[in-house]
Each structure stands twice: as structure tokens, then as C-alpha cells.
């Protein structure tokens, strides 16, 4: 080591007295030859003294710019002396003991690691060591070893594991010295190279000679042993030895004792060692059997139920939960099989597709069998953690999928198809070369106030506000509204056709299927019959009749878009696999959003905990489980007591999702939700019927088989209730419902090969509970607001037959879907003011907006979304008529209609993500996405690419409304590439629309918008029509299924009006982004970006990869942390304001132009 001369820091008088002690000590370092053993002696005994005495010397010595610890470190390494060493060894302690973080930093840059090191492996040498240099060396290592990120790799190299291991054999009943060497060997065992070394030294069986009993001595010894231990079972090769010597039963046997005895809880940290050396134990397999056999998770509930009633105990109880949770045995669902309950036969399986992998899989694929022994790491604690564990896990891989090659980033406007091919599409845009001569522009032309002359629309269409209800009509009661019964229609309705559909287009049926032409009024017979034997239920008649009456509430008043007999209509036409042949009450009923508040569910601290261990009780009392399967769709009748125990359920109508109900206790459920067609899985979106319930008891249902690793339930979102009682008494709506509600991995798996070659493939529980209020009632639950194909096609009639005169409105079969059904394109302009060229040119030459919605069945709040602006282009409003002047809307309202019908929730009937097949769709396969892209390929073809493209979407894992778009910048900024600032050249005009959606929309969050792309998803929409068709705003709005964090609507779960309101913010803020990207706005284009540029830069300096990095699901990992080991405080409620109850009221600080116009409606 170089000799260092002492220094003194500024500030300090140089004549200190330890100072000069330390430079005496410096001199005699320096005397190479003959230096004085003694006099080295001295000096450092007094430096002692001092520093055991004045705090202040110890100061001096630390000070920054000081040299003491260079001069104390030297003397160390070069001294022979016993007493000199033992005297710096002591210096040394007594100055890390205090402030020791930073000091030991300033002692580990020093080197000073390595100089105990080396000092450590001399003493090693010698035959009999002194034990008082043992103990000195291992308390500095054991200070020095935690804060050195190299402690492990220096003490491995240099042989130091082996001394400390001798020394541990040689002292096992000398606990002053034993002490320090297991507190250093906790620190050695953190390194799992070491760790498996200290294994084969036969360490782990020396742990548990020390480990024992109850006793109220050596409990700090006991603790660090414990810990050491719990380190050393971290690799599978101790955990194995442990499990092979039988000490698994032995460290329960000890967590017994210590729970026992241990009855004022002062050694909870040391009980909780112990589950910590179980836990990793069973992150084996052999460990989680050995744990089986030994009874250990009738142990840990025993214990862990007699901890529960103490707060203070919650570390074990949760701890135990996890290790129970982790050895319950994993089982298959039960289900003959996980593929879904329906098929569809395909035009062609392509080879090595989805489908084609799906059914050329083994007899018995679906087994499960417990293949990993490293699955430890894939759970944390469920009761305090934050649940992001993907975010940890995969940090990596998030960069990883960001596209890097700038190339692909740049926007390629090619015309990738020959031009004849895409001729066939102009039939879809005659608004190009329409000359208006046989057009009657007069006729068209807005009055004031706006009139409608279409039949039962006397009122300008708007977002639909909560009014009291009207009176009812009386229809009869307790039959389920069918397809296939006749119903004359009311007098002046008679529903318009739709464009292009008719029932020649639609795929014959064989006669069991054929749908009569007529429809009758809710008749529905009083016998308990429905599909499946009976396991759908049915109103109960009323005492004293042999037909009750059903009011059916008359929402026309509220519900301007909804008719109960044009939606049996159309759900007539409607193609499904199952061949439904019933309606479902709410979508025959409609829905009224409710004027109160739903604010977020308030979680319930334990609940989660609470849950999981009344799984745990199914094990261990195996007889009080009822196991009684009460619905199935896979059977043909499945046999129900009609005893009234048991609740009855149904799924066989439209976007229905229940394939089988199993009644385990009393009042709880399991539910099994079905697999999109041709799949096994994507299980997610639920919608069923409920009936026979009692009144006031409270009813558990799981759903057993949702595979997502967290959802919005475990941060206050609930499901949604439908009850006909409420809807019959004048109250048609869906609403919030649930208590207990919370979601995490339960034991049931499936296999690797139907995992994908995941190994460890499990289930999730989303469970809640409800006490229902009514009796003899009907209600349903859904996961989101349903919104079903015929309620699109029954919304599209109305609006026709309503919109204004002066609305150009379209609708055409832009084709057939697979299962044969039609899927629309809507065009919705404003007719131009007059035949003169002038005009008409204006007319033609508007730009054109492309919108979609609805690829993915699940995501029903999309739906919604798209109801509200399609309600606002049609409206009279002066706002929507501007809009309507200033662009062209191409709209595909549902692009997956048979996912919706058939109740998927992700894919096709090809079994196919259509969000995923944009690059290369097929003609046959994916229709719907084929002709859409044609379209868009067309518009390119002819110079009339899309100002905005815009795919309405749902999110499950995170709050708000927000948008992903395209940047190849953000892109960029987000990676380790360098590019040059040509490469980066980017018009951030994509950045407008986020923009003014967040000054406009309260629901919006510009803070959770995201403009990186990413590899995974180079196959969706936004980035191939970003890429190839060059639309620089394209973007994926994302409306969440909970509710806002932010904004007016803080707090609050989003319900239909907040989705229909966002989407006709969306077209104000189009009318907003016209104005900014007119000729006659160019002057002040300019200022705007330098504002948005501003707004980049600002965002780039706060950006993490979290916030931008997007999950397969077009998701990003779910980020908020929660605390649950805390009770929730009680927030304040906002203050309601008029706003706030009224969906269609913008915001009037937004736009000068909406504070001087009327409402939207």
C-alpha cells in the first residue's frame, strides 16, 4: 500500500491531539527498517482511547479530506504485533459502530475489505488463532460485508469462506465468537455461487445444529443463524440436502414451538426466520412435497388462524399464506377440456396457426404436472406488496421489445398493392366525385331550431341524461324474450333496413336454427324450461295467477337510440355459433346511466388474506366442500336439486360468458368462463344470469380461470349488476356491485404444452360477493357494460331513421364476417351548401377521419365510446355541424362482430387477435381487417390518406382515457441507439389531438399517453397504418374499465355517460386539431409546435421505460403500487358540482366557441 501523508481538513486545529498521533503513527509506518514494535504499540493504544472516550476524535478522524482511515488501514496491513493489530481492529469497530454507513463506504474505498481479508486467511494459517482477533476480524467483516457490492466474489478468491467455515465447526458451543462468524456467513451465503459452496462444506447441516427449539437464551444468535440458513436454502442444491436429511418436519416442528410458546410475541422477527427457511425450502419440488407430507399447511392455517386476530402478526400470517398457497396442490380446471366449449369450422387452418397447433395437441395435453422447481420467484406477498412484479421481472425485455431499427421507425407511404386491385373500394367513396345534381341541397339544409321528420324522434340526438322514468307498459311476465317469436310491431315504427344487410346475405341454417321474420312481445312461458335442463333462470310467477303481468318501463324517453322491439329484430338476424335463441333482459330492456356517483371501491384491509385462506380450508376439510356442478354448457342437461339451495344460472344469449357454475359451499360459487372460439384461452369478459337467490344472505362467486397476472379488481373496480326487479320498477340500469373483491393466483394450472411452453402456466381468482334485495328476482353480471352486436345494429337503425336532414349519412356492408355476419361502414359528412363548384369542391376535398372500434369483444366500454360520437356527428348541434363541415368520417364501428356475439373475449372465430393480423390479413380468415386496410390503402392510393386514424380500445390494468401513437423520436429517446438529428426529423403534430383531448376531456390523462413503438406490436393497427399508409395521427385510445385518478371524475368507477361524453370530446377536439391544421391557422402552426416541443422535452426528462413500455395486450404493465398492509384512509368526498351530474356539459373552460353555443344536446 502507498505510504499516505497525513492531512487535516480545514477547520480542524492541526495540533489536535489525535491528529498527532495519527502522523506519529504515519512516521513509524514509514521507517521500513527497524521500525519500533512498541512505540506502534502505544500510539495505537492511546488512538483508542481517545476514540472510545471523545466523540469528537472520531470525527476528526472521518473528516472529509482526512487521511486517518489511509494512515489506520496502512498500519494495519504492515504490522506484525498481536496487540498492535488487535488495538486497530478495535479502532476500526468502535469508529464504523456509529454512523456507520457512510464510514464504512469511506473504509470499503479505501480497500480496507481486502486488507481484512488478507488479514483474516493469515490468522487462518495459524494452529491455534487467537480467538479475540477471530471475533474482531468477524464483527469488522460483518459491518464492512453488506455495504460491499464485491464482498462475496473478494471473499471467495481470496479463501476466506473455508477459515470461517473451520472456525465455525470449532466453536459451535462458543457463542461470543459463533456470533460474528454466522453474521458473516449470512453475508458470504447472499452470494448464491457461495452459497452452494458453503453447501458442499456441509454448512447447512451445521445451521441446524445451532437452530432449535423454544428458549429465552441466545435469541440474537438463534436470529442470525436462522437468516444464514434461510440464505444458504436459496439455491436448489442446499434446499434439496435439507429436504434429503428430513429437516423439513424438524423446522416446522420448530415454528410450532416458537408459536406456542412465544405468547407475548417478542420474538416475532425470529419466527419469522423460520417460515423464511421453509419458504425457500418448498420453492422446490421436492421441498413443497416433503411440506405436503409433513402436514404443513394444516399447520401454518392453525397457526396463522390464531395469529390473525393480532395486527402486529400480519408478517406471518401473510409469509404463511404465501408458503400455503405455493404447495397447494396444482390441479387441472375442471373441465373435460380447456379448449373452448364451441367450434368453428374454418375455411382453412393455416399451418402452424394458432388453430392448428390448438387441436393437432396430445390426448390429455391439459393435465397438469408440476414441472418447475424455480417457481418461487413468480408470487410475491399478496397482502403487502406492490403487485408489479412483471415490472421488476422483466425490466429488461421492455427495452428489449422497442424497436431499434430506424428504418421500420420511418413511416414508408407505399403503395403496397397493385392499384387495379384496390379500384373495387372507390364504390365506398363516391363523396370524392359526387356532383350533387340529382341532390335536393334546399331540402337539406339545417333550420333553426334543428327538426327531425323521422318517425319517434321529435328531439336532437345527445348523450343521454338520468330523468325520472316514465310510465311503464305492461307486457307479460316471467318468460324469457325469444328470437324465434312473433311480435306485431307498434304503431308509426317501422324500423328502416340497414344497407347492404339482408337475410339473403346471411349463411343458411338448418331448420332447428331458422328464425322466424316475425317477433312477438316479451311472452315468455311460466315454465322452468331453458337451455340445459333447466340451469337458466326464470322470474317466478306471482301467487294467485297463472300469468303475472312484467312492466317493461318505458325508456324511449331517456333512451332515444333504444327500442326493445327493433332489438329483437335485429338480434333475429344475428348469426351466432351456440345458435342462440333468447335475448338477454338488460339488452331488451336498455340501459339508463344512473345519476348518482360510483366512486372506487375502498379496498378492505385483509380481505385478499381472507379469501385465500377460506381456499386453503377446501384442502384441509375436504368434506365440507360441496363440489356440485348446478350449470354446464358442455353437457346437455345438467341435473339441478330443485330444492332451492342453489342458485341458477344461464349464459345462452347474445355476448354471453359462462361455461360452468360449481356450487362449493353453500352460498359460493366457482365459475368457469369459456375460451374464445377456437382457443383455450383469453379468459376475461363474463356475462351471465342469476336467479333463485335468497334475499339478504350474502353469495361468493369466483371466477376461477382469468389468466391476466393482476387486474383494476384489486384497485377498486367492480363488476356490473343488472336486477329486471330494479328495471321493472322503473329503474333500467346497470350498476356497481360487490364487496370483498379482489383477484390473485389460485392453484389451478394447466399444462406447458396448452400454456404455450409456459412453464407454471396458473389461474387467477377474481372473486366478490353480493347480497341481493329482491325477491323473485332475475339479475345478471357482466365485467364491463355490455354492449351487444344487435344493440349496434338496433343503435345504427335509429340513428339513421333520427338524424338530422342536412347530415350526409351512409351506411354500407363493408363485408361479411366468418360466421356471417354483416359488418357496416358508416360515412358522415354535412352536405354541401349548394350545387355550385364551389361547394361541391369543398365538399370533395375535406379530409377524411378514419375511426374503429371493437376488434377486441371484451373491450365493451370501446362501444360505448364510439356511441357517443357517433350520437354527437349526427347531432344539431352547431359544434357537430362544423365538424361535419370540416371532414369526411369513415367509420367502422365493430370490427369483430362475431367475438362480440359468440361472447369472446380477445379473438375471432379464427382464434386470432385481429389486432394482431393488420400486416398481412387474411381475405378469408379476417375479413373485417382485410377490407378495412383495403380501404385505408385505397385512400393512400388516391392521395386522400387519413388525417387521423383512430382505433377505439379498453384497458383492464390501468385508470383513465388515454392514447398510444406513433414517434419515431420517443421511440429513439427510449433506447441506447444513436441517431443522427436528420434521422430524428419529426413533425410532432401527433402530439396535437392528445393535447386537446386533456384540455377538453376530464376523463383524459396526457400523463399516461404513449408515442413509443414497440416490436410486439408492429402487427396492430396504429402502427401499420403509421408505417405504411403514412398517417402521422394514428393513434390507440384507451378508455380504462375501473375509473380516473385524476381529473373531475377522481375517484370515481366510469360508467356509460363519462364513456359516451369522451367520445364526443373526441370530435370536438377534431374540431379543435381542423382549425390548428387549416391554411388560414398555418401562421400560428408554427408557435404550436415550439408549445408542443416544450411539452416533449418536459416529458422526455420525467419518461421512465415503465410508462412507456407495452404489455402483449396493447397494455403496459400495471404500475400503481398498493399498500395492503395498511388500512386505506377515508377520502374526502369532492364537492359534486352541476358539471359533474350532467355527462353532456362540457367543459365551459375549454373552448370559448362551446361556452357560446347550447349543449350537445
Known amino acids: ?230 440464505a444458504l436454502l436459496k439455491s436448489k442444491m442446499n434446499a434439496r440436502r435439507a429436504v434429503d436429511r428430513g429437516h423439513v418436519p424438524a423446522l416446522l416442528a420448530i415454528y410450532q414451538d416458537w408459536h406456542r410458546n412465544d405468547t407475548r410475541h417478542r420474538h416475532m422477527l425470529l419466527r419469522k426466520s423460520i417460515l423464511g427457511c421453509i419458504k425457500n425450502i418448498t420453492n422446490i419440488k421436492p421441498g413443497r412435497k416433503a411440506f405436503i407430507d409433513a402436514d404443513g399447511i394444516k399447520i401454518l392455517y392453525n397457526t396463522s388462524a390464531e395469529c390473525l386476530p393480532v395486527r402486529t402478526l400480519d408478517l406471518l400470517v401473510n409469509t404463511s399464506s404465501l408458503i400455503m398457497r405455493k404447495c397447494f396442490p396444482k390441479n387441472r380446471l375442471p373441465l373435460a377440456t380447456i379448449k373452448s366449449a364451441f367450434q368453428y369450422p374454418l375455411p382453412h387452418v393455416p399451418a402452424g396457426g394458432p388453430v392448428a397447433e390448438l387441436y393437432s395437441q396430445p390426448a390429455g395435453v391439459d393435465d397438469v404436472v408440476d414441472e418447475s422447481d424455480d417457481n418461487e420467484d413468480t408470487e410475491v406477498d399478496t397482502e403487502n406488496d406492490t403487485e408489479n412484479e412483471e415490472d421488476e421481472k422483466d425490466h429488461k425485455s421492455r427495452n428489449d421489445d422497442i424497436e431499434t431499427d430506424i428504418n421500420k421507425l420511418r413511416p414508408r407511404n407505399i403503395l403496397m398493392r397493385p392499384f387495379d386491385e384496390l379500384r373495387v373500394y372507390e364504390r365506398f367513396f363516391p363523396e370524392f366525385s359526387e356532383d350533387f345534381e340529382d341532390f335536393d341541397i334546399e331540402s337539406s339544409k339545417p333550420t333553426s331550431p334543428c327538426t327531425n321528420h323521422a318517425p319517434k324522434a321529435q328531439r336532437p340526438i345527445g348523450i343521454p341524461i338520468a330523468r325520472p322514468p316514465a310510465g311503464p307498459w305492461a307486457y307479460p311476465r316471467n318468460r324469457r324474450p325469444r328470437q324465434d317469436e312473433h311480435a306485431s310491431p307498434r304503431p308509426n315504427d317501422t324500423p328502416p333496413g340497414v344497407d347492404g344487410i339482408s337475410d339473403s346475405q346471411a349463411p343458411q341454417r338448418g331448420p332447428e336454427q331458422e328464425i322466424e321474420q316475425g317477433l312477438v ?42 327500442d326493445p322491439d327493433l332489438y329483437l329484430e335485429m338480434a333475429k338476424e344475428t348469426c351466432s355459433v351456440p345458435g342462440y335463441t333468447e335475448v338477454a333482459y338488460p339488452d331488451y330492456f336498455g340501459h ?106 350474502s353469495y361468493r362467486f369466483n371466477v376461477i380461470n382469468c389468466e391476466k397476472s393482476n387486474s383494476q379488481f384489486n384497485y377498486g373496480m367492480q363488476a356490473l349488476m343488472y336486477s329486471v326487479q330494479e328495471a321493472i320498477g322503473g329503474r333500467p340500469r346497470w350498476v356497481r356491485t360487490g364487496s370483498d373483491i379482489c383477484y390473485y393466483k ?62 350526409y349519412y351512409r351506411q354500407e356492408l363493408l363485408c361479411h364476417t366468418l360466421g356471417g355476419n354483416a359488418c357496416p361502414l358508416l360515412t358522415i359528412t354535412a352536405a354541401p351548401e349548394s350545387c355550385s363548384s364551389d361547394h361541391v369542391c369543398q365538399f370533395r376535398n375535406r379530409p377524411v377521419v378514419f375511426l374503429t372500434a371493437r376488434v377486441h369483444p371484451g373491450e365493451t366500454n370501446a362501444s360505448w365510446v364510439m356511441k357517443g360520437s357517433l350520437e354527437f356527428l349526427v347531432s344539431c348541434s352547431p359544434l357537430a355541424q362544423s365538424l361535419r363541415e370540416s371532414y369526411i368520417f369513415k367509420i367502422i364501428p365493430m370490427l369483430n362482430p362475431d367475438g362480440v356475439i359468440n361472447g369472446n373475449h380477445r379473438c375471432s372465430l379464427s382464434g386470432e387477435d385481429l389486432n394482431r393480423q393488420w400486416q398481412n390479413p387474411s381475405a378469408e380468415l379476417h375479413p373485417t381487417i382485410y377490407h378495412a386496410k383495403s380501404l385505408l390503402q385505397y385512400l393512400s392510393a388516391v392521395g386522400r390518406s387519413p388525417l387521423v386514424f383512430c382505433d377505439y380500445h379498453g384497458h383492464s390494468r390501468k385508470k383513465n382515457v388515454f392514447m398510444y401513437g406513433c414517434s419515431v423520436k420517443e421511440t429513439v429517446w427510449q433506447t441506447d441507439i444513436s441517431a443522427s438529428s436528420c434521422d430524428l426529423q419529426e413533425d410532432l403534430g401527433y402530439r396535437a389531438l392528445p393535447r386537446l383531448l386533456s384540455q377538453l376531456a376530464p376523463a383524459f390523462s396526457l400523463a399516461s399517453c404513449s408515442f413509443v413503438v414497440e416490436r410486439s406490436k408492429e402487427a396492430t393497427a396504429r402502427v401499420v397504418v403509421w408505417r405504411e399508409i403514412g398517417v402521422q395521427r394514428s393513434y390507440t385510445m384507451e378508455s380504462t374499465l375501473c375509473g380516473c ?85 377515508e377520502e374526502k368526498e369532492p364537492d359534486l358540482d352541476p358539471a359533474h351530474l350532467d355527462p353532456a356539459h362540457l367543459d365551459s373552460n375549454s373552448d370559448p366557441e362551446i361556452n357560446r353555443q347550447d349543449s350537445l344536446t
Open 521 to 562: 312481445r316479451l311472452a315468455l312461458d311460466t315454465s322452468d324450461t331453458s337451455v340445459n335442463g333447466g340451469c337458466s333462470g326464470e322470474g317466478p310467477q306471482e301467487e294467485g295467477g297463472d300469468q303475472a303481468v312484467l312492466e317493461v318501463p318505458d325508456t324511449a324517453a331517456l333512451l332515444p337510440l333504444h
Open 746 to 807: 389460485n392453484h389451478f394450472s394447466r399444462s406447458s404444452i396448452a400454456a404455450g411452453g409456459q412453464k407454471g402456466k396458473s389461474y387467477y381468482t377474481m372473486t366478490f360477493t353480493v347480497t341481493f334485495q329482491h325477491k323473485d328476482d332475475v339479475c345478471y353480471f357482466a365485467y364491463h357494460y355490455p354492449y351487444t352486436y344487435s344493440t349496434l345494429k338496433m343503435h345504427l337503425q335509429k340513428l339513421r331513421a333520427m338524424r338530422a336532414p342536412h347530415v
Open 1 to 230: 500500500m502507498n505510504k499516505p501523508k497525513m492531512a487535516t481538513e480545514k477547520g480542524i486545529p492541526s495540533s489536535s491531539r489525535v491528529l498527532m498521533l495519527l502522523g506519529q503513527l504515519e512516521r513509524l509506518n514509514g521507517e521500513v527498517v527497524g521500525s519500533d514494535t512498541e512505540a506502534i504499540r502505544q500510539v495505537t493504544a492511546k488512538i483508542l482511547h481517545l476514540i472510545q472516550t471523545q466523540e469528537k476524535t472520531r470525527k476528526e478522524v472521518m473528516a472529509k479530506g482526512s487521511s486517518g482511515m489511509e494512515v489506520i488501514l496502512a498500519s494495519l496491513e504492515n504490522t506484525q504485533d498481536l496487540q498492535t493489530i488487535l488495538n486497530i481492529l478495535c479502532i476500526l469497530n468502535e469508529l464504523l459502530t456509529v454512523a456507520g454507513g457512510r464510514r464504512v463506504g469511506v473504509f470499503v474505498s479505501k480497500g480496507g475489505t481486502a486488507v481484512l481479508l488478507h488479514l483474516l486467511i493469515n490468522s487462518g494459517r495459524e494452529t491455534s488463532p487467537s480467538e479475540d482477533l477471530m471475533y474482531q476480524i468477524h464483527s469488522l467483516l460483518a459491518k464492512v460485508g453488506p455495504k460491499d457490492r464485491k464482498f462475496g466474489v473478494k471473499a471467495r478468491l481470496t479463501g476466506a469462506l473455508n477459515v470461517t467455515v473451520n472456525l465455525l465447526k470449532l466453536n459451535l458451543q462458543n457463542h461470543k465468537l459463533l456470533l460474528p462468524c454466522l453474521q458473516v456467513l449470512r453475508v458470504y451465503s447472499a452470494n448464491s455461487v457461495n452459497a452452494v459452496s458453503l453447501g458442499k462444506s456441509g454448512v447447512v447441516e451445521l445451521m441446524f445444529k445451532v437452530i432449535g427449539p423454544y428458549s429465552k437464551k441466545n435469541t440474537t444468535l438463534l436470529k442470525v443463524a436462522l437468516d444464514s440458513l434461510s
Open 1045 to 1129: 385518478d385524476q381529473g373531475r371524475y377522481k375517484g370515481l368507477q366510469i360508467g356509460t355517460r363519462e364513456l359516451e361524453e369522451m367520445g364526443a370530446q373526441f370530435c370536438v377536439a377534431l374540431l379543435r386539431l381542423r382549425r390548428l391544421t387549416s391554411p388560414l391557422e398555418l401562421r400560428n402552426h408554427h408557435a404550436h409546435l415550439l408549445d408542443m416541443e416544450s411539452d416533449l422535452i418536459d416529458t422526455r426528462c420525467s419518461m421512465t421505460c415503465p410508462t412507456t413500455y407495452v404489455m402483449e395486450e396493447d397494455e403496459p404493465s400495471f404500475l400503481e403500487e398498493v399498500d395492503y398492509s395498511a388500512e386505506s384512509e
Open 592 to 697: 339508463v346511466a344512473p345519476n348518482f356517483r360510483e366512486p372506487i371501491l375502498e379496498r378492505v384491509y385483509g380481505v385478499q388474506r381472507a379469501k385465500i385462506f377460506q381456499d386453503i380450508e377446501r384442502l384441509i376439510h375436504p368434506a365440507e366442500i360441496l363440489d356440485r356442478v348446478v350449470y354446464d354448457v358442455d353437457v346437455q342437461s345438467c341435473p339441478v336439486a330443485d330444492d332451492g339451495e342453489s342458485l341458477k344460472f344461464n349464459s345462452q344469449f347474445e355476448s354471453g360468458n359462462l361455461r360452468k357454475a360449481i356450487q362449493v359451499r353453500k352460498f359460493e360459487y366457482d365459475l368457469i368462463l369459456n375460451s374464445d372460439i377456437n382457443s383455450n384461452h383469453y379468459h376475461q369478459w363474463f356475462y351471465f344470469e342469476v336467479s333463485s337467490m335468497r334475499v339478504g344472505v
